[in-house]
């Protein structure tokens, strides 16, 4: 993750710091992403090693963070997950699958509007825990479900 | 096809209860939850269905002039309603095509259509006819393409035409019909009701309603394998299971099936392109 | 170049519901094929979403999003009749983008 950010997301934690440089176009949305994709969080294997690379160490449970998915997925190729985050300046969601064998599934990061909201459809390999990981105002926060997957018998 | 005979007796309850399929419900699973969270699961699976990536690729090929006879479908192709009429024509198959002679499912009439419209050549088509993998067949996107054209239309196969009604009667009986190295006929599973498969409720095709559930989804976009399938593979899919040889594709055996399943549903509302286990 | 995306964005009261379907065979690189081959990984790496050009969602995924994926996000500040566009690029460096306005 970029340095720079890093060290601004963690540091005082005043939105006004973080907004004030998205204003003074320090921080470019557009810039900082383009295709610099997070290789090792996206290859580690441990979810542990996983929620460090991605800064989430730490995360606090938060009820203003809230993840909807099934109890049971009748099928763990696409199961839903709906991530909502009412957390003030929420620009970063992430949603890892804690049994898979590459934990983090994806990251997302919001400005310019954009909500602490995201919908995906995961693989998820077996029943396990489903984490989303949320970052507002330098903080890290966390919210988690368990998905069962069943085994189908017939198609149809 | 009329030739078809029935190799013995047509299974009675007696040697339903050797077939060893789960009637009992005791094995600690709230069947009832599950059901209600998988039809759950379903409805929000529904709302951005990759099916509708398939009708894209399907709109495409209809229109697009192709085959050694550089014709498109749009221009050549009756589906029963007129020639590139779209609208409510999957739902009024299988229906009797003069120019075929012969009573024909919607990929069946479509796959005519590419060989007799287009030059295309069926050996080609049924060399790869259902999508595997990272493959999609044209045919599959071209059912999806028509059948997303009858979404939310009754079925309307013309019952009254004495070849359906032929065609639907040789289904009836081929459901009947026990062969293969398990002695299975689709009645051994879908010929009473309250069967399971795991977690899977086996429809009873012999009612309406459970005819229609084997009808109103496909073609279908199929989360396992992340592959569109119709309903052609799904008669081929239940004859592998079955432990039988497969069908020939498109051939009247499937043909006479899907009369049988489709016209018991008539009436009731086609929801395809739909999304699958 | 890859197949089109189906892009819905409609506005909510004062919230804009961005939904978008990618046509993407998703390969985890683990998956083994017929053959008992592994298919090599193709996933698509990042995605970003642009109201009117402006970017308001930076996205990163792994292949562990599911095949043809459906992502869903929500923009304040929208209205009908805006621009929203959705691009992604894969591990191969193939890329996609479409456009949709904002109904």
């Known amino acids: 993750m970029d340095l720079l950010r890093r060290t601004v997301l963690k540091g005082a934690g ?47 449970a938060n009820a203003a963070l809230v993840m909807k998915a099934p109890e049971i997925a009748e099928n763990g190729a696409v199961v839903p997950i709906d991530v909502t985050s009412t957390i003030p300046n929420t620009t970063y969601i992430a949603i890892l699958v804690k049994k898979n064998p590459f934990p983090l599934s994806s990251s997302f990061e919001f400005a310019n509007g954009a909500t602490g909201d995201v919908s995906v459809r995961l693989k998820v390999a077996e029943t396990s825990v489903i984490q989303a990981i949320a970052k507002a105002d330098g903080k890290v926060y966390s919210a988690q479900k368990e998905v069962k997957v069943t085994v189908g018998g017939c198609g149809g | 096809m009329k030739q078809l005979r029935i190799i013995g007796a047509v299974c009675t309850a007696a040697t339903l209860a050797t077939t060893g399929l789960a009637f009992a419900q005791s094995d600690g699973v709230d069947h009832a939850k599950a059901d209600a969270e998988f039809a759950k699961f379903r409805a929000e699976m529904e709302d951005s269905n990759p099916a509708e990536l398939f009708e894209l690729k399907g709109e495409e090929l209809w229109k697009t002039k192709r085959g050694p006879k550089n014709v498109s479908l749009a221009e050549s192709c009756d589906l029963g309603q007129g020639v590139g009429k779209l609208e409510g024509a999957y739902v009024k198959m299988p229906r009797y095509f003069a120019d075929a002679d012969k009573v024909m499912d919607a990929e069946r009439r479509i796959v005519w259509c590419m060989t007799e419209k287009q030059g295309f050549k069926y050996a080609d088509i049924a060399k790869q006819p259902f999508a595997k993998g990272n493959f999609t067949p044209d045919i599959t996107s071209l059912v999806t393409f028509v059948a997303g054209h009858s979404r939310n239309m009754k079925f309307a196969i013309p019952m009254n035409d004495p070849k359906v009604k032929e065609a639907w009667e040789i289904g009836k009986e081929i459901t009947a019909y026990r062969a293969g190295p398990y002695d299975f006929a689709c009645n051994t599973c879908h010929g009473s009701d309250g069967k399971r498969i795991r977690m899977q409720n086996l429809p009873n095709l012999s009612t309406q309603e459970g005819a229609y559930k084997g009808v109103f989804g496909w073609p279908g976009y199929r989360m396992t394998g992340g592959v569109m399938l119709t309903s052609q593979w799904r008669m081929n899919d239940c004859f592998r299971q079955q432990r039988f040889p497969a069908p020939k594709y498109a051939s009247d055996t499937v043909t006479y099936l899907l009369t049988y399943m489709t016209g018991t549903s008539n009436g009731l509302l086609y929801k395809g392109p739909g999304i699958k286990r | 170049m890859a197949d089109p995306m189906k892009i819905r964005a409609q506005m909510k009261g004062d919230v804009c519901e961005v939904r978008v379907l990618m046509s993407h065979p998703m390969e985890t690189g683990q998956r083994k094929d017929g053959d008992g081959k592994t298919v090599p990984a193709h996933h698509i790496q990042t995605l970003t979403v642009a109201l009117n050009g402006k970017t308001v969602v930076s996205g990163q995924t792994g292949g562990s999003v599911s095949r043809n994926p459906v992502f869903g996000f929500k923009v304040k500040g929208a209205k009908a009749g805006d621009k929203v566009a959705v691009s992604w690029v894969d591990n191969k460096g193939d890329k996609r983008t479409d456009e949709t306005t904002v109904a």
């Not at chain 1, 907004?19 to 996206?42: E, I, M, Q, R, S």
């Open chain 1, 14 to 60: 005043a939105s006004g710091v973080l907004a004030g440089l998205l204003a003074a176009g320090v921080l470019k949305p557009t810039l900082a992403y383009a295709n610099d994709w997070n290789k090792a969080a996206f290859e580690a294997k441990d979810f542990d090693v996983a929620l460090k690379t991605i800064g989430a160490e730490g995360a606090a």
